[in-house]
């Protein structure tokens, strides 16, 4: 049967309980691991995010300080968490996939599967996006904007804060043709509504643009707007297959 689930049997709740804190204890662990692995590596990550400031460092002739004892440390420890939540992710999704995928039907199952691919390419390609082309544009923006009887001191940790924060935003807009894609399948839209939705979601994206960039520019904006636009022209051809 096509609706045939792809287990043969249904476990009690408690089961389901037991192997979802399994699951979760092997994420964690595993996250501990990719934050010592990172700490090991931690010049070259922080370098790695440093890299778009030193241009505008060495111009005003800086450097990143911190201002109290523990927060070189702590954020040692917070990009070390994070680049290791990172370095493990096809582990920990291994697992999560573990879970659900019994669960599923097995047509669901041939969907979910390179949607999920194409999600966590699609979140790395838009940390990518901010990092290559967003930060060095932001970054000397904001670097000459008060002129120059002031001087740029930034502080280790606000730094990283910004930063990561900037390409979790990137990466979170560029789910835009996973979530729509998604919604289809669910029929919740469909490629015509997508489509005489499309001057409101070209208004959004310029709003959201206005909103998430860290800059008042207007070249800096359309880095995030033109995106988004395109990922929604994306979204709209991926609908059509999928209806299909």
Not at 55 to 82: D, G, N, R, T
Request: charged share 15%; net charge neutral.
């Amino acid at each position: 049967m096509s609706a045939e689930l792809t287990h043969d049997r249904e476990l009690p709740l408690t089961e389901h309980l037991a192997e979802l804190r399994d699951r979760i204890i092997k994420s964690l662990l595993a996250v501990v691991v990719g934050a010592v692995i990172c700490y090991c590596q931690i010049d070259r990550l922080l370098n790695f995010l440093l890299a778009p400031l030193w241009p505008i460092l060495q111009e005003e002739h800086q450097k990143v300080i911190f201002k109290a004892y523990q927060e070189a440390f702590f954020s040692y420890l917070k990009l070390s968490l994070i680049s290791g939540a990172m370095l493990m992710s096809p582990f920990i999704i291994f697992q999560i996939w573990r879970f659900v995928a019994p669960g599923l039907y097995e047509h669901e199952r041939r969907f979910a599967l390179p949607m999920v691919l194409f999600s966590c390419t699609a979140f790395l390609g838009g940390a990518a996006f901010a990092y290559f082309l967003v930060f060095p544009k932001a970054f000397a923006f904001l670097a000459h904007f008060a002129g120059p009887e002031l001087t740029l001191v930034p502080t280790l940790q606000e730094y990283l804060s910004f930063t990561i924060r900037l390409m979790l935003i990137f990466g979170v807009a560029f789910q835009v043709p996973v979530a729509l894609t998604i919604a289809s399948r669910l029929g919740i839209v469909s490629a015509a509504q997508l489509k005489s939705f499309r001057r409101y979601a070209i208004l959004l994206a310029f709003v959201l643009a206005a909103i998430l960039t860290p800059t008042p520019d207007v070249v800096n904006q359309l880095f995030l707007a033109i995106p988004l636009i395109l990922l929604y022209e994306f979204s709209i051809l991926l609908v059509t297959l999928v209806g299909r």
